[in-house]
């Protein structure tokens, strides 16, 4: 068989053993790089039946959910970016959370106090939970480029949830990371920890509620969810938060109401669009700051060879390229609809010359700098400082492309791993806790913050899918998790390929730094431990490493940046598939076709 690899021998009715686990692959006829051989799996059959990229997405994101559900699934919500073969234009559909209606600027203020919420507290709560969008998405997704019905893709995951899969050490990883908010809530517990306990590596993870989900979204359409009978256990859980016996978390309810779930609509928008040595890069608009800050900072850096620079000088200048970009997204980035963005403006060269007289080649920049004047970018001025604290921490990203040349590139998350922890009861799905991407109170001093919480706001977000054209055809499909070190992940993917003429799956091999504005720049022990960080410290670059869970100091977590994909098309219809070769266990690559398994 072509693409992944299946082992032989599954007992009947048990879980069929996991494919293997390519990361890099080459072929025709279509790809897709995931995280898990299941869904990955999904998408080949699905392209294989002759369904085009916005089919097998939908298969392999309904997937995830079933073995990736701590940072997938239907009850959060995502960014997707379309390369249409037939027009040859790329589209975007915002599918973020929205805040339900009975919310305000001070959800996030303890009324008790009146002071805001600890980042955990607010995590763990109903209130946290954003109207999800990822099943609103796929409606969309299949109604505009799509060949199969919604129930349709939906039937691999039903398969997959039905049998089973086998646990991982991964899987088990990110369930200990989890256990402690799991065993807090009935349903997550029932789900997750068999017999209180973490899942033995080996043994069959299935999600019987899960698959019954999808089967009722098949026979009823997406309305089952946004105002019908799914809908309402999803209130009922927030409203009625189904805590487990002996629970010691005391969490918020939230005031989601129906109404807020059949009001919901995933957005048909206009990528943004930067020129970058002569490459067209198509990322996503507000309620995302991912394509606008990807897109500065690659306007910063054309004002610089970097391709003739040593690389201590090229890696300076992409970690200051992005630290003023992140200066320039905490101030004017929000969600479109609610503020004004002045995307133009900040994605127009003169303004990104103006932000690229800054850099200092001798000198790392000391942060928090200032944002930029994009209404009047003619000289090095800035304005006052000010920052920002992004706490998304966990999504993951994935890339399809079909025969037709049809391409996909898609970020859906359910925020942190694990989202709010809570299960829906009866249901299978985790929700998302993405309203905690609001700031909880203003961070700009004396200016608007542009991503504060309103009804109906979508919170800003990092999520930066994007797709390279060159010469009007594709050439890279990219993205990756990572919470706001997504901007900065596929930033440096970009430049590793285009500049340093890195291979693809080099790029994503990568040791990892991500600057955002912020006084130490985090970075794998690997990227710390490189030749050239000695270059960059004389330099002033000083860096950190982030090994602690967000919610839980106690708790330790892989040292890594991001789990990227992406493709990149070659001449004559050749695909390369490339994903991560270790971080979070490594991506699955596959393609129809398979030429060479390259990793």
Same mark, same amino acid.
């Given at each position: 068989?072509?693409?992944?690899?299946?082992?032989?021998?599954?007992?009947?009715?048990?879980?069929?053993?996991?494919?293997?686990?390519?990361?890099?692959?080459?072929?025709?006829?279509?790809?897709?790089?995931?995280?898990?051989?299941?869904?990955?799996?999904?998408?080949?059959? &699905?392209?294989?039946?002759? +369904?085009? $990229?916005?089919?097998?997405?939908? @298969? #392999?994101?309904?997937? *995830?959910? /079933?073995?990736? %559900?701590?940072?997938?699934?239907?009850?959060?919500?995502?960014?997707?970016?379309?390369?249409?073969?037939?027009?040859?234009?790329?589209?975007?559909?915002?599918?973020?959370?929205?805040?339900?209606?009975?919310?305000?600027?001070?959800?996030? &203020?303890?009324?008790?106090? +009146?002071? $805001?919420?600890?980042?955990?507290? @607010? #995590?763990?709560?109903? *209130?946290? /939970?954003?109207? %999800?969008?990822?099943?609103?998405?796929?409606?969309?997704?299949?109604?505009?480029?799509?060949?199969?019905?919604?129930?349709?893709?939906?039937?691999?995951?039903?398969?997959?949830?039905?049998?089973?899969?086998?646990?991982?050490?991964?899987?088990?990883?990110?369930?200990?990371?989890? $256990?402690?908010?799991?065993?807090?809530?009935?349903?997550?517990?029932?789900?997750?920890?068999?017999?209180?306990?973490?899942?033995?590596?080996?043994?069959?993870?299935?999600?019987?509620?899960?698959?019954?989900?999808?089967?009722?979204?098949?026979?009823?359409?997406?309305?089952?969810?946004?105002?019908?009978?799914?809908?309402?256990?999803?209130?009922?859980?927030?409203?009625?938060?189904?805590?487990?016996?002996?629970?010691?978390?005391?969490?918020?309810?939230?005031?989601?109401?129906?109404?807020?779930?059949?009001?919901?609509?995933?957005?048909?928008?206009?990528?943004?669009?930067?020129?970058?040595?002569?490459?067209?890069?198509?990322?996503?608009?507000?309620?995302?700051?991912?394509?606008?800050?990807?897109?500065?900072?690659?306007?910063?850096?054309?004002?610089?060879?970097?391709?003739?620079?040593?690389?201590?000088?090229?890696?300076?200048?992409?970690?200051?390229?992005?630290?003023?970009?992140?200066?320039?997204?905490?101030?004017?980035?929000?969600?479109?609809?609610?503020?004004?963005?002045?995307?133009?403006?900040?994605?127009?060269?003169?303004?990104?010359?103006?932000?690229?007289?800054?850099?200092?080649?001798?000198?790392?920049?000391?942060?928090?700098?200032?944002?930029?004047?994009?209404?009047?970018?003619?000289?090095?001025?800035?304005?006052?400082?000010?920052?920002?604290?992004?706490?998304?921490?966990?999504?993951?990203?994935?890339?399809?492309?079909?025969?037709?040349?049809?391409?996909?590139?898609?970020?859906?998350?359910?925020?942190?791993?694990?989202?709010?922890?809570?299960?829906?009861?009866?249901?299978?799905?985790?929700?998302?806790?993405?309203?905690?991407?609001?700031?909880?109170?203003?961070?700009?001093?004396?200016?608007?913050?542009?991503?504060?919480?309103?009804?109906?706001?979508?919170?800003?977000?990092?999520?930066?899918?994007?797709?390279?054209?060159?010469?009007?055809?594709?050439?890279?499909?990219?993205?990756?998790?990572?919470?706001?070190?997504?901007?900065?992940?596929?930033?440096?993917?970009?430049?590793?390929?285009?500049?340093?003429?890195?291979?693809?799956?080099?790029?994503?091999?990568?040791?990892?730094?991500?600057?955002?504005?912020?006084?130490?720049?985090?970075?794998?022990?690997?990227?710390?431990?490189?030749?050239?960080?000695?270059?960059?410290?004389?330099?002033?670059?000083?860096?950190?490493?982030?090994?602690?869970?967000?919610?839980?100091?106690?708790?330790?977590?892989?040292?890594?940046?991001?789990?990227?994909?992406?493709?990149?098309?070659?001449?004559?219809?050749?695909?390369?598939?490339?994903?991560?070769?270790?971080?979070?266990?490594?991506?699955?690559?596959?393609?129809?076709?398979?030429?060479?398994?390259?990793?």
């Amino acid at each position: 068989m072509a693409g992944l690899t299946l082992v032989a021998g599954a007992a009947p009715g048990s879980a069929r053993p996991a494919p293997v686990k390519h990361a890099v692959a080459q072929g025709y006829f279509g790809a897709v790089v995931s995280d898990t051989p299941e869904s990955t799996q999904a998408g080949i059959d &699905v392209l294989r039946r002759g +369904g085009t $990229a916005a089919d097998a997405a939908v @298969a #392999v994101a309904a997937t *995830l959910g /079933v073995t990736d %559900p701590y940072v997938a699934g239907i009850g959060g919500g995502g960014f997707l970016v379309y390369y249409d073969a037939r027009t040859h234009q790329v589209s975007t559909i915002d599918g973020r959370e929205t805040t339900p209606a009975a919310d305000g600027q001070n959800m996030f &203020v303890d009324p008790a106090t +009146g002071k $805001a919420y600890a980042f955990p507290t @607010a #995590v763990t709560s109903g *209130l946290s /939970v954003g109207v %999800p969008g990822n099943l609103a998405t796929w409606q969309r997704a299949l109604q505009r480029w799509g060949r199969f019905s919604l129930a349709d893709d939906l039937r691999p995951a039903e398969e997959v949830a039905d049998r089973g899969f086998v646990v991982d050490a991964t899987f088990q990883e990110l369930t200990r990371e989890n $256990a402690a908010r799991f065993a807090q809530f009935s349903s997550s517990a029932a789900q997750y920890l068999p017999g209180g306990q973490l899942p033995v590596v080996g043994s069959t993870m299935r999600n019987k509620d899960l698959a019954d989900t999808y089967r009722e979204i098949g026979r009823k359409g997406s309305g089952a969810l946004y105002g019908g009978s799914i809908g309402r256990d999803l209130v009922d859980a927030v409203q009625h938060l189904p805590l487990a016996p002996g629970a010691t978390l005391k969490p918020i309810p939230g005031p989601m109401q129906l109404s807020d779930l059949s009001s919901y609509q995933a957005l048909d928008t206009a990528p943004t669009h930067v020129n970058y040595r002569g490459y067209d890069v198509y990322g996503m608009a507000p309620s995302s700051s991912g394509g606008i800050t990807v897109g500065e900072s690659l306007n910063i850096l054309s004002n610089f060879d970097l391709k003739n620079m040593d690389r201590v000088q090229a890696l300076h200048h992409y970690l200051e390229s992005s630290r003023l970009a992140f200066a320039d997204r905490n101030r004017y980035i929000g969600d479109s609809r609610y503020v004004s963005v002045p995307q133009q403006q900040l994605l127009s060269p003169q303004f990104a010359a103006s932000r690229a007289c800054l850099i200092d080649p001798n000198k790392a920049g000391t942060s928090p700098v200032a944002p930029g004047n994009p209404a009047s970018p003619g000289s090095c001025a800035s304005t006052t400082a000010a920052s920002s604290s992004d706490q998304e921490n966990h999504t993951n990203h994935f890339v399809v492309s079909d025969a037709f040349g049809n391409v996909v590139s898609y970020t859906n998350t359910i925020e942190e791993l694990g989202g709010s922890g809570i299960v829906v009861p009866g249901r299978g799905f985790l929700l998302n806790n993405e309203l905690t991407d609001f700031n909880f109170t203003p961070t700009q001093g004396s200016a608007p913050d542009p991503n504060l919480p309103a009804p109906g706001k979508r919170p800003r977000s990092s999520m930066s899918p994007t797709i390279v054209l060159q010469h009007g055809k594709p050439f890279l499909a990219v993205g990756s998790p990572g919470g706001s070190t997504i901007i900065t992940t596929v930033l440096q993917i970009l430049v590793n390929r285009i500049d340093f003429g890195m291979r693809l799956e080099d790029a994503i091999a990568a040791p990892r730094a991500s600057q955002r504005n912020t006084a130490a720049t985090t970075a794998e022990p690997a990227f710390i431990a490189a030749a050239t960080t000695p270059g960059l410290q004389a330099l002033g670059q000083t860096f950190t490493i982030n090994d602690t869970s967000p919610l839980d100091p106690t708790i330790k977590i892989a040292p890594t940046i991001g789990v990227a994909s992406g493709l990149e098309f070659k001449p004559g219809g050749r695909v390369i598939a490339a994903g991560e070769p270790s971080r979070r266990g490594g991506s699955a690559a596959a393609v129809v076709l398979t030429t060479c398994y390259c990793d």
